[in-house]
């Protein structure tokens, strides 16, 4: 007999997005219009892949790739990443992408006239330590405009790739800042039902990590899925 | 069960810009020396209106062979304007699962993309495997049409391919893990 890792528990309902968003005009080609399988969690599902610092080593200072500090006002992200038992996620990747100061991606398909930054290409990646925690340094990234609807635009926000312990863990996320004006008319902000949950998707503000004469900090934890009690068991 | 203290952050599309994190040799998964039976596994993915979604990351993992210094078991790739995907990685062999239950070889799939705010996780299974026929996941598939959107079928020496539908006819199997 073998025992398998944990399986994970269910996600809480109306804490994730439902693919069907009508109001985020991407989704109405892109979601499937059958109901998800439901599959009994094998070893497929409760291990994952480990990206370790030897083959992706850490980017946490997206500020200076060139020597030369990018256009931006400077902040200090950091935070943990634990389990929905509060448990923490040691050593584990945490890959960040985002826009530049002026709202404009380091990419060929984004066209906003806006200006690129030389000194800025938009990729971080750090790991959390022994106890959960990351740390990283970037610009805060610009708001963006979209083709979803009339006048629409991004929040200010920096993307995420978490990787947890077991392929269900994966998590893909965006980070909003606190009081940003556009967060009320987003559609993928706000495709969350659960206010709660969406409102843990944003920041806040962390004087704690606020470096005196050189960066405001912000304060932003993962959660990832809780594993269930007792083991599987394979005869 | 106790309920959980906290609850898993919510979900959101990678969104069109996600090429900053791609690194294409991770489409490679023999790009640290494996050996064994290598494949290749290309695929296309196709929306609700036919049209290819060349903007998608996809996501491989397998838990066979298992990780090892010289193999991830784990790649990413983009689609490219066709749609298409490409791997190269090792052929898995059976998996166990549950109880007595043998799985068939396979590859767990997640496809992230733009207007897609949860990624979607599905299974690629080899068309011809015997295991098929007793797969524990396979068999809560009674219609064999939506069955056959899961097997990859082979196109040429080493290599197989699986067509991957968002939406509408012959939409692939998808699955809540
Ligand atoms: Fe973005």
Redesign the interface.
Known sequence: M?V?AAG??P??PR?????D?PE??????????????????????T?????SPK?FPPMPDLTMLTGQAAMGERIIVRGRV?????RPVPSTII???Q?NAAGR???P??THDAPLDPNF???G?VFSDEDGWYQFTTIKPGAYPWGNHHNAWRPNHI?Y?LFGTG??Q?????MYFPGDPLLPLDP??L??PDA???N??IASFDIEATQPAWALGYRFD?????R??TP?E?? | ?AA??????????????????EHAEMADLLR?GATGEAITVTGTIT???G?P?A?AAV?I???SPP?SDSF???GRARTDTAGRFEFRTLKPGP??????AQ?AP?L?V?I??????????T?LYFQGEPLNDTD??LS??DDPAQRATLLARPAGPGAWTLDIR???EN???????
């Open positions: 073998t398998d994970f528990r996600l809480q804490t994730q997005p439902p693919n968003s985020y005009g991407s989704t109405r080609l892109r979601h499937p219009a059958r109901p998800a399988l439901r599959i009994p969690q094998s070893v497929t599902e291990t994952g892949p480990v990206l083959h634990v389990d929905e038992d509060n890959e960040i992408w826009a991606y380091d990419h398909g984004d290409h938009g990729e990646r993307h790739s392929f269900a994966r998590l893909i996320t965006q993928i902000f495709a969350t709660a949950a969406r843990r998707l993962f959660v990832l899925r809780g269930n009690a599987m394979n005869t | 069960m959980p203290r906290l609850t898993a952050t919510a979900s959101q599309t990678i969104g069109p810009f996600w090429h900053l994190i640290f929306d609700g209106a049209q979604v903007d996501e993992w397998q838990s990780v991830p078991a784990y998996v166990p699962g549950l109880g007595n799985q396979h767990a997640t992230m993309a733009r207007g897609i705010l949860r990624g979607l996780t299974r524990p996941v809560l598939i968002l939406q509408g939409e692939t199997v998808f699955m809540d893990i």
